[in-house]
Structures are given as C-alpha cells and as structure tokens.
T-cell receptor, first 109, second 112 residues
Framework: QKEVEQDPGPLSVPEGAIVSLNCTYSNSAFQYFMWYRQYSRKGPELLMYTYSSGNKEDGRFTAQVDKSSKYISLFIRDSQPSDSATYLCACLSGNMLTFGGGTRLMVKP | DTEVTQTPKHLVMGMTNKKSLKCEQHMGHRAMYWYKQKAKKPPELMFVYSYEKLSINESVPSRFSPECPNSSLLNLHLHALQPEDSALYLC???????????FGPGTRLTVL
C-alpha cells in the first residue's frame, strides 16, 4: 500500500465547474500537506500549503485537511481551461516529501 | 527573486559522457533537493542537502554525484548513465528542512 493514494483520473469537467481532488494517506507522522500543479513537461508549482486540520482558501482554490480520517482535498471553483494540468498532493514529514500519484484534470471550454 | 532556476533545459548525452546539471536559488533557502521524475509518475527524491551538507541519499547509484558548492547552488554530476536514467530532473528548495518546497522547471535528460 502506498503511503499517499490519489486517483489518477483523468477527470474531465466543463468550464466553470467546481472540481474536487482528493488524497488519502496512511502515515500519522505527516505534518504538512501540499498541493502542486504540474503542466506537461514543466516543474511542479506549489498551489497550497497547510498544516492543521481545516480549510485554507486562496482565490479560487480551497485546501482541506482532515487529520482524523487522513484525508486531504483541493477544491477549484469556477474552473478554467488553463487549470488543465496534473495535480499532485504531497505530505511532509521531517524533510521527506511523499507525493501521491497525481490526478490529471481536463477542463473543457 | 522567488524562483528556482535550472540549466540546461534539455540535455542529450551518450552513455560514456560526463555532464552536469545546475540548480540555483536566491531566496536564502537552506535546504535543496534533487528529484527524478519519469513520465506520468510523481517526483522521486534522490538527494537532500541541508545547510550545504548532504543529509539524505535515497540509495541513488554512484553514477549520480551531487555537489553543493554554496548555499545558493546545487549541482548534479552525471557519468556513465544508462538509457533508463532518461527523465525530468527537478531541483527544489525550502527555507528550512521540513517546510514547503519550491521546484524549478527541470532538466529533461535523454541518455542514448
């Protein structure tokens, strides 16, 4: 079993839809949680970074962490075609970052 | 300056060549990382430098040799690579070990 599980998709939605991306993790030592966006053949771009359980909002993006159920989510409101990318969740313990497998998102005009 | 830069963007090398990848950041970050990413896979950690000292080597073959000349620079020296080493090599940095990591654009390496 992988330490961080993520549905690979692809997830296809119409423009303007609300997107929900999710990960589960198994290691209780994970303390920090991140979401990265990666366009094809580019480096991952940090979108959200959270520590505690609860919600964190930044523009159209909301990150949610539930440590009791070891579940993390990223919501994208008013999705745009430019949001089409692979989204990677990542969990941090010490200086070790463990990634989920990534979800490929396609937002269709 | 809030970015991590990597050179070259693309590199093609033969199995007998010696080449180096370079990474630079001017954010004052004290931890730097090398990752390897194959197509449709997440990044895999290779090395961690913390305060200019190698702190983690994830059992990487000796044909990959990291070097941290100073707190802003990280190199990855390549020698006698195999075709299966072809991948996107990513550099990342964080203010301190254990904080969020920022990635560079990567070097796409092809080994013939």
């Amino acid at each position: 079993q992988k330490e961080v599980e993520q549905d690979p998709g692809p997830l296809s939605v119409p423009e303007g839809a609300i997107v929900s991306l999710n990960c589960t993790y198994s290691n209780s030592a994970f303390q920090y949680f991140m979401w990265y966006r990666q366009y094809s053949r580019k480096g991952p771009e940090l979108l959200m970074y959270t520590y505690s359980s609860g919600n964190k909002e930044d523009g159209r993006f909301t990150a949610q962490v539930d440590k009791s159920s070891k579940y993390i989510s990223l919501f994208i409101r008013d999705s745009q075609p430019s949001d089409s990318a692979t989204y990677l969740c990542a969990c941090l313990s010490g200086n070790m970052l463990t990634f989920g497998g990534g979800t490929r998102l396609m937002v269709k005009p | 300056d809030t970015e991590v830069t990597q050179t070259p963007k693309h590199l093609v090398m033969g199995m007998t060549n010696k080449k180096s990848l370079k990474c630079e950041q001017h954010m004052g970050h004290r931890a730097m990382y090398w990752y390897k990413q194959k197509a449709k896979k997440p990044p895999e950690l290779m090395f961690v430098y913390s305060y200019e000292k190698l702190s983690i080597n994830e059992s990487v073959p000796s044909r990959f040799s990291p070097e941290c000349p100073n707190s802003s620079l990280l190199n990855l020296h390549l020698h006698a690579l195999q075709p299966e080493d072809s991948a996107l090599y990513l550099c990342a940095s964080s203010q301190d070990p254990g904080l969020e990591q920022f990635f560079g654009p990567g070097t796409r390496l092809t080994v013939l």
